[in-house]
């Protein structure tokens, strides 16, 4: 069989389930798997999404990359877990039910350990044995916040190659590229860049609610990164960025530092004075408390230059709370 008829022929399509626990009633309980893979040998890479249960834009934007990879899926194979946490996501929590577990504290895992901990070794041992080029974990922010691209901390020495190649992969997806500056040693993305295989994460947007404009954003990021790969056929609607943001401060290819300060030092009422996406100079007032009675207790300042990322869920805050998210320079 010639190349031409190999790259004309349609990918195999796969949905199954990997068991993860029999329930009291014996009824069994699994998670979906997905898999596209072209007859062409190429990159492998993973879309997980919805680790957090609340987190649910990530399920759908898996099932819109799969609407369009049928026909466009040149070489390699694209797995998927869409749901990693039915447990939560039945219960509308950030936590796995009953053990309020973070699935994302949990990894590598491990066997005997806990239901999380037992969970995030099915998964992440099915991912490893399959030898990604490429994980992408796909999770939701707070309501007000901006799509971007999120790297964790260089693990160790071990793990250079997959960590320049990840920083090399989020410059292609459009949105700003953020190095987080938490502790995230027992994430999946962490966790898969100590074992040297390049992980990157993916904010896309609000949680419990599926807003159309963040799905527009994730599939398109994604796209972005497999047309690199020349996994996919470079789409025309996917060629602009996500979002117009204005570079004349910053290289549109530098990674900012991520970060949710200044806090909070008093209680009352947030007048946010800027919003997501905006670029904001150090020193800039950036929010309002005031209390009950409408006096002002404190204007939050800008730490540094950089865009805003997000802000608080509430109009409410309590001393030592954040109330915004940026990007910084």
């Given at each position: 069989?010639n190349?031409?008829?190999?790259?004309?022929?349609?990918?195999?399509?796969?949905?199954?389930?990997?068991?993860?626990?029999?329930g009291?009633?014996?009824?069994?309980r699994?998670?979906?798997?997905?898999?596209?893979?072209?007859?062409?040998?190429?990159?492998v890479?993973?879309?997980a999404?919805?680790?957090h249960g609340?987190?649910?834009?990530?399920?759908?934007?898996?099932?819109?990359i799969?609407?369009?990879?049928?026909?466009n899926?040149?070489?390699?194979?694209?797995?998927?877990?869409?749901?990693?946490?039915?447990?939560?996501?039945?219960t509308?929590?950030r936590?796995?039910?009953?053990?309020?577990?973070?699935?994302n504290?949990?990894?590598?895992?491990?066997?005997?350990?806990?239901?999380?901990e037992?969970?995030?070794?099915?998964?992440?041992?099915?991912i490893i044995?399959?030898?990604?080029?490429?994980?992408?974990?796909?999770?939701n922010?707070?309501?007000?916040?901006?799509?971007?691209?999120?790297?964790?901390?260089?693990?160790?020495?071990?793990?250079?190659?997959?960590?320049k190649?990840t920083k090399?992969?989020?410059?292609?997806?459009?949105?700003?590229?953020?190095?987080?500056?938490?502790d995230?040693?027992?994430?999946?993305?962490?966790?898969?860049?100590?074992?040297?295989?390049?992980?990157l994460?993916?904010?896309l947007g609000?949680?419990?609610?599926?807003?159309?404009?963040?799905?527009?954003?994730?599939?398109?990021?994604?796209?972005?990164?497999?047309?690199?790969?020349?996994?996919?056929?470079?789409?025309?609607?996917?060629?602009?960025?996500p979002?117009?943001f204005?570079?004349?401060?910053?290289?549109?290819?530098?990674?900012?530092?991520?970060?949710?300060?200044?806090?909070?030092?008093t209680?009352?009422?947030i007048r946010f004075?800027?919003?997501?996406?905006?670029?904001?100079?150090?020193?800039?007032p950036?929010?309002?408390?005031?209390?009950?009675?409408?006096?002002?207790?404190?204007?939050?300042?800008?730490l540094g230059?950089g865009f805003?990322?997000?802000y608080?869920?509430?109009?409410m805050?309590?001393?030592?709370?954040p109330?915004m998210?940026?990007?910084?320079?």
């Amino acid at each position: 069989m010639n190349k031409k008829i190999l790259e004309n022929l349609p990918p195999h399509i796969k949905y199954s389930s990997l068991k993860i626990l029999t329930g009291s009633d014996l009824s069994r309980r699994s998670l979906p798997l997905m898999l596209a893979k072209s007859p062409n040998p190429g990159p492998v890479v993973w879309l997980a999404a919805c680790v957090h249960g609340d987190e649910v834009g990530g399920i759908v934007v898996v099932q819109e990359i799969f609407k369009k990879i049928k026909k466009n899926l040149l070489k390699g194979a694209l797995y998927t877990f869409p749901l990693m946490n039915p447990l939560g996501f039945e219960t509308i929590s950030r936590h796995i039910a009953l053990t309020l577990e973070d699935l994302n504290r949990s990894f590598p895992g491990n066997k005997q350990g806990s239901l999380a901990e037992r969970i995030a070794d099915k998964i992440f041992t099915n991912i490893i044995q399959t030898k990604p080029t490429l994980v992408l974990d796909l999770h939701n922010d707070w309501k007000k916040s901006i799509p971007y691209a999120l790297i964790d901390p260089c693990p160790g020495p071990n793990c250079q190659q997959a960590y320049k190649k990840t920083k090399e992969l989020s410059q292609q997806t459009g949105l700003l590229t953020i190095l987080d500056t938490e502790d995230t040693s027992a994430t999946l993305s962490y966790s898969l860049l100590q074992q040297n295989i390049p992980a990157l994460s993916l904010e896309l947007g609000e949680s419990y609610v599926i807003n159309e404009a963040n799905v527009e954003s994730g599939v398109k990021a994604i796209w972005k990164i497999l047309a690199h790969l020349q996994m996919v056929r470079p789409l025309p609607e996917f060629t602009e960025k996500p979002f117009n943001f204005s570079f004349s401060e910053t290289n549109p290819e530098k990674i900012l530092k991520y970060s949710n300060k200044p806090l909070s030092s008093t209680s009352g009422i947030i007048r946010f004075l800027t919003g997501p996406g905006v670029f904001v100079k150090k020193g800039q007032p950036i929010a309002k408390i005031y209390n009950a009675f409408g006096k002002l207790e404190e204007v939050l300042l800008a730490l540094g230059d950089g865009f805003v990322l997000g802000y608080s869920d509430y109009s409410m805050t309590l001393p030592g709370m954040p109330l915004m998210a940026f990007g910084l320079i």
